[in-house]
Structures are given as C-alpha cells and as structure tokens.
C-alpha cells in the first residue's frame, strides 16, 4: 500500500458534505451551484449522446472543442493560441494539474505552492517527487509579497502551482503580484503552472488576466480551465490544458495515460458553451455577485466580520475579532450540528502553520438557500 496516500485524510469537501446529508444542513461547504446550469448546454450534451457521440474522441479532445477553446480565449484574454499544438481537452482540471506535475517534475525537485492551498495539490506534488516550497499567505490581505517568493525560491525550483482567482480566499492577484511572480519564475527558468478555473467568477468589473499574458511567460506557462466551474456544472469534469507547443508535447503524454479522453457529448456542448454571447457570462457573474453581497451582508448584520471576495463561489469570515479563541474546525462542526449549516474551515488548506480562525461560505446558491442558511446562523450570533 501506498503510504503516502494512505495517511491522508479524506478530503474536507466530502467529510463536510457528509456532515451535512447527516444534519440535514443546508450545505455552504463544498463548492457548487444550486442551479442546473444552462439549459440550452444541457441540452446539447443531451442531443450528442442520442446522437452518438459516445466513442473514444481523440486524445487531445476534439477539433470542435480546442478551437472553440483557443477561439475563446482570444476574445476574452487576448491570448493567441493554436488549436492544433497549443490547447488540450481534460478530463477536469484536477486532471491536468495532475498530469502537468507527472510530466514535468522529476523527484527532488522543488515546486513553490501558496497556502491556502486547494487540498489536492500538495498530494499530488509529492506524489510526484516534488519538494514542496510553501509561500504563506494570510488575512486580511493575502497577498504576495516580494519577501515571501524570494525565501520560497532556490536554484532547484523546477515548478510554480499558482490559482487565481484563489480559492479559498477569493482573491484575484494584481498586476503587481502577477508580475513579480513572471519576475520569479523567468529568473529561476522554473514552469508556471496555473490554475485558473475561476477565470470566469470575477466580480465588480474586474478582468482576468492570464500568466499566458504575461511578459516571458508564454513559453513557460500552464494555463489550466475548467468548463465546470464556467457552466456552473461541477461534475462535469471538462478541462482545458494551454501550454506551448514544446510543454504540450509532453503534457499530452501524462494526460493519454491518465485517462486518454473525455465524454465527447461533454465536449460538444461545452464547445457550443465557450461561443454564447458575452452577455451570458456578464449576466452569470452578475448573478453570483448579487448572491456574493447578499450572504456578506446577511453575515455582517449577524456580526461576522466577512472578509472581501473578488472571485470564485466563496468568501470567508474572520472568526477572530469575535472570539480569539474560536478555532476553524471546533467552529464549523458545532455549527453543522448545531445549527444545521456547513461550512469549511480554511485551516484545511493549510500545510503548516494554519491560520485557524478565517471559515469558507459558499454563495453560489439560491437567495433562499442563502436566507435558510443565514436564518439558522442568527442561533449563533
Ligand atoms: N472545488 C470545490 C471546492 O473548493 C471542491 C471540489 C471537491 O469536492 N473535491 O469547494
């Protein structure tokens, strides 16, 4: 048995979701929308399965979809991407964080991650032989600092894992942070992969910026999507892979060997998906931004300081001014038996030294979910 993975805990996304079936909570844990997704993508994925997209794609995912891809990407992050040698499909972006990481790192070498960190990449860093360089960030601000990425680098980093937006913290990085990161990353020719599933779930006008985008970073940049975060269809694990062609040459080789393909009716109607009007992404984020203010002004009127989210499904409340005593965990599992609402505790994504105070909502759900949720809460205010 691998011992590795043996020792780990299951994941705090399932563990809470079980809490919650448990106590018939209203579940502000795990991340995903209360709403189906759009009907007219379902509907496609529908029609392609009757209609007999049911046999292995080829391996680098359809034309149809890695054109939609490269064409999508052009409009909205002025990035300029071959199909044929630059985009691959996946079957998630776990997926492909997974495979970069086998295709990309040798045992022994260093990959510089941030913490919070999302609870699958440390596993899968050290699974693949890599010596993890944790950069820590912390509340109010999370930001990255100059000091931080300068202790965390060394001649042996190899591999940068970077999010954003970031989840937990719901935090876009600016153009600063971004470019100090390019800084580092050309400096020690290590890789810059990047997951940037949340690239759609970005509030108050903001506008996602690509590492692709950045100076130097085209040729040594992994840029990571993901059709179910865009869609708001979490199970439907379709991701999408942009590297070079050099880093794509061997990155297809991990991913024909992880799972070979994806669903192919998944594939075109996520094509169909990527062309709707710019309206319909515009209004999406509209809508989880409403639902973003609602809960955070539902959680101040009870008294939670709720920290500032830019991005993702989640914002998180500080627990400390309340009680410096209160723990994240203790905090979160009371609240699910007590008060019949589940939440994260972000001392999870932490490697070491967690901050154990700061707890994750989800928002991206109903307004009467999130009234039901914020009903219950008003027990422990
Ligand atoms: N990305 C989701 C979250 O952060 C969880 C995914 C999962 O359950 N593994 O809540």
């Known amino acids: 048995m691998n011992s590795l993975f043996s020792a780990l805990p299951t994941t705090v996304f399932e563990t809470m979701s079980a809490l919650a079936r448990q106590h018939d909570a209203v579940n502000l844990g795990q991340g995903?929308?209360?709403?189906?997704?759009?009907?007219?993508?379902?509907?496609?994925?529908?029609?392609?399965?009757?209609?007999?997209?049911?046999?292995?794609?080829?391996?680098?995912?359809?034309p149809e979809l890695r054109r939609a891809v490269a064409d999508?990407?052009?409009?909205?992050?002025?990035?300029?991407?071959?199909?044929?040698t630059e985009v691959m499909v996946t079957s998630g972006a776990t997926e492909a964080i997974a495979g970069a990481l086998l295709a990309l790192i040798e045992p022994g070498d260093e990959v510089v991650l941030f913490q919070p960190l999302y609870d699958a990449y440390l596993p899968l860093v050290r699974r693949a032989g890599g010596v993890p360089r944790l950069v820590r960030l912390v509340p109010p601000h999370w930001r990255?600092?100059?000091?931080?990425?300068?202790?965390?680098?060394?001649?042996?980093?190899?591999?940068?894992?970077?999010?954003?937006?970031?989840?937990?913290?719901?935090?876009?990085?600016?153009?600063?942070?971004?470019?100090?990161?390019?800084?580092?990353?050309?400096?020690?020719?290590?890789?810059?992969?990047?997951?940037?599933?949340?690239e759609h779930v970005i509030f108050d006008g903001r506008e996602h910026r690509s590492v692709l985008a950045l100076p130097g970073m085209r040729e040594r940049a992994v840029k990571?999507?993901?059709?179910?975060?865009?869609?708001?269809?979490?199970?439907?694990?379709?991701?999408?892979?942009?590297?070079?062609?050099?880093?794509?040459?061997?990155?297809?080789?991990?991913?024909?060997?992880?799972?070979?393909?994806t669903p192919p009716a998944l594939q075109h109607a996520?094509?169909?998906?990527?062309?709707?009007?710019?309206?319909?992404?515009?209004?999406?984020r509209e809508g989880l931004q409403r639902s973003r203010d609602r809960l955070a002004e539902g959680l101040g009127a009870l008294g939670f300081p709720v920290l500032p989210s830019?991005?993702?499904?989640?914002?998180?409340?500080?627990?400390?001014?309340?009680?410096?005593?209160?723990?994240?965990?203790?905090?979160?599992?009371?609240?699910?038996?007590?008060?019949?609402?589940?939440?994260?505790?972000?001392?999870?994504?932490?490697a070491e030294q967690?901050?154990?105070?700061?707890?994750?909502?989800?928002?991206?759900?109903?307004?009467?979910?999130?009234?039901?949720?914020l009903e219950r809460l008003s027990g422990f205010a």
Not at 72 to 84: I, K
Not at 156 to 176: E, I, M, Q, S, W
């Open 144 to 198: 990255l600092t100059e000091e931080a990425l300068a202790e965390a680098f060394t001649p042996r980093t190899k591999l940068v894992l970077f999010n954003n937006p970031h989840n937990p913290t719901g935090r876009v990085f600016d153009a600063g942070e971004l470019a100090l990161l390019a800084h580092f990353c050309t400096r020690s020719g290590a890789a810059l992969v990047s997951d940037e599933v949340w």
């Open 310 to 350: 830019a991005g993702t499904y989640f914002l998180n409340v500080d627990l400390a001014p309340l009680d410096p005593g209160l723990r994240d965990e203790a905090f979160c599992r009371s609240l699910v038996a007590r008060e019949g609402v589940a939440a994260i505790p972000v001392s999870a994504f932490y």
């Open 224 to 261: 990571i999507g993901s059709a179910g975060k865009i869609f708001g269809m979490t199970g439907w694990k379709v991701g999408f892979v942009c590297a070079a062609p050099e880093l794509m040459r061997v990155l297809s080789k991990a991913h024909q060997f992880l799972t070979f393909t």
């Open 270 to 284: 996520v094509a169909y998906g990527l062309g709707k009007e710019r309206d319909w992404f515009l209004g999406t």
């Open 72 to 84: 999508h990407y052009r409009g909205w992050q002025g990035l300029d991407l071959d199909p044929d």
């Open 32 to 62: 995903f929308p209360d709403d189906p997704g759009p009907r007219d993508v379902r509907e496609k994925a529908a029609e392609a399965v009757l209609n007999g997209w049911n046999q292995y794609p080829p391996m680098m995912g359809t």
């Open 354 to 373: 967690p901050v154990e105070t700061v707890v994750r909502f989800c928002f991206a759900k109903t307004d009467a979910t999130i009234d039901q949720a």
